[in-house]
């Protein structure tokens, strides 16, 4: 699978290490930016990993910045996207089973390395469920999106 990830500053970090736990996994890695600890903004790192999903370079992004709320708020401006902010592995397999969340945005500042591998690999082992209910709850946020732009 061909992940975009992207990271700011202060994900900048914990992002190296996932590129690496993903190219030992067999994925093909996109790697967005940042390339250092340098201050950069992060809705410019979210804006390229959105894209990337959108114009069909990647099946899946990762964002990383110090929470994770920052990069998800401006990922979710893109339409197409469903960015969540996930720290524990259950919401980020049952964010893409449920609401078929196409990146996770994860807070370097809030998880370790370990827990952040965990997560990450909950996040790509998921697929929606296609149930009926996960669909139409789907289809009604992609109606909330059309609605507004």
Same mark, same amino acid.
């Given at each position: ?7 700011? #500053?202060?994900?900048?970090?914990? =992002? ?6 993903? =190219?030992?996994?067999? #994925? ?15 809705? +410019?790192?979210? *804006?390229? /990993? @959105?894209?990337?999903?959108?114009? @069909? =370079?990647? /099946?899946? @992004? ?5 929470? @994770?709320?920052?990069?998800? $708020? ?12 996930? #720290? ?11 609401? &078929? ?6 807070? %370097? *500042? ?8 965990? $997560? /990450?690999?909950?996040?790509? #082992?998921?697929?929606?469920?296609? +149930?009926? *209910? &996960?669909?139409?709850?789907?289809? =009604?946020?992609?109606?909330?999106? %059309?609605?507004?732009?």
């Amino acid at each position: 699978m061909t992940i975009a990830i992207g990271g700011d #500053h202060a994900g900048y970090e914990l =992002k190296q290490l996932l590129i690496g736990e993903l =190219k030992q996994s067999g #994925h093909q890695v996109l790697d967005l930016g940042t390339g250092s600890t340098d201050p950069v903004d992060y809705p +410019d790192i979210a *804006r390229a /990993v @959105g894209q990337a999903l959108v114009e @069909g =370079k990647a /099946v899946r @992004g990762i964002l990383v910045c110090g929470s @994770g709320v920052g990069a998800s $708020i401006a990922a979710n401006k893109i339409r197409g996207i469903r960015a969540g902010v996930c #720290h524990d592995t259950y919401s980020a397999h049952q964010g893409v089973e449920h609401d &078929h969340m196409n990146i996770l945005c994860v807070g %370097a *500042r809030v998880v370790g390395p370990a827990l952040a591998r965990e $997560i /990450v690999m909950a996040f790509l #082992h998921a697929e929606f469920s296609q +149930d009926e *209910r &996960h669909i139409r709850r789907v289809n =009604k946020i992609l109606d909330i999106e %059309a609605r507004q732009r």
